[in-house]
């Protein structure tokens, strides 16, 4: 059990962060890019140890392709993850309402000016790329665990820097599917894309990292 609260107290403190910088710190796109992707750094340090540190459905998939992790327990960490997400968006749509803001607007995902391939592309690449650096940073063969947490950290806050205005920059559904749930609207008409997306560039870089030796 305790990898699967660790997945949940790292899944919490990534979307609790996250979002919570975007509608209660009105962050701009420097601060909340770096508000999730510090957020992973500390859930890295804090519990990764004790889990491997997934915090995102999309990664603990990579990690079951590539025979990181039994089905088993890959399927407790997704179920512990979105409960760590619906938690946190719970929680920021508390204060939210303490505010006197939009109990709408809980830094949802959603992508108003483009159409939902271009969505999913965006999505499905961001993902891709973000899971080709977790499995090659964190391998037996060349990684470096050390500097792991960190480097994940950088490249999850530089990649929503981009996509912030295209989709919101989700890389995980989890993420998307708690603040969605709260919100409503076309934030869970679209969830779809920000569930299949990520899984597509999250398999594909599970197979691609192989050809770059990242597992046994």
């Keep these: 059990m305790r990898k699967y609260i660790s997945e949940f107290l790292g899944t919490f403190l990534l979307v609790f962060l996250g979002t919570a910088t975007v509608v209660i710190a009105k962050g701009d796109v420097l601060a909340i890019g770096l ?5 992973i750094t500390i859930s890295a340090y804090a519990f990764g140890g004790i889990s491997g540190g997934h915090f995102n459905p999309a ?11 039994g089905a088993v327990d890959a399927l407790c960490y997704i179920i512990s993850q979105i409960i760590g997400a619906i938690a946190a968006s719970f929680f920021v749509q508390l204060f939210v309402k303490a505010l006197g803001f939009k ?10 000016t483009i159409s939902a391939s271009m969505a999913m592309l965006v999505e499905g690449l961001i993902t891709f790329l973000f899971l080709m650096v977790i499995l090659n940073v964190t391998s037996d063969d060349h990684g470096n665990s050390d500097f792991a ?5 950088i490249t999850l806050a530089f990649l929503i820097i981009v996509a912030l205005n295209l989709t919101g920059g989700s890389l995980n559904p989890a993420r998307s599917i708690g603040p969605a749930l709260f919100a409503g609207g076309s934030a869970v008409s679209h969830l779809w894309v920000y569930i299949v997306a990520p899984e597509i560039g999250a398999i594909l870089a599970a197979f691609c990292s192989r050809i770059l030796g990242s597992e046994d």
């Design 103 to 112: 109990a709408t607007a809980l830094g949802q995902t959603d992508f108003p």
């Design 35 to 39: 508000a999730f992707g510090l957020a």
């Design 59 to 69: 990664v603990t998939t990579a990690m079951l392709i590539n025979r990181r992790i």
């Design 149 to 153: 947490g960190l480097v994940i950290g």
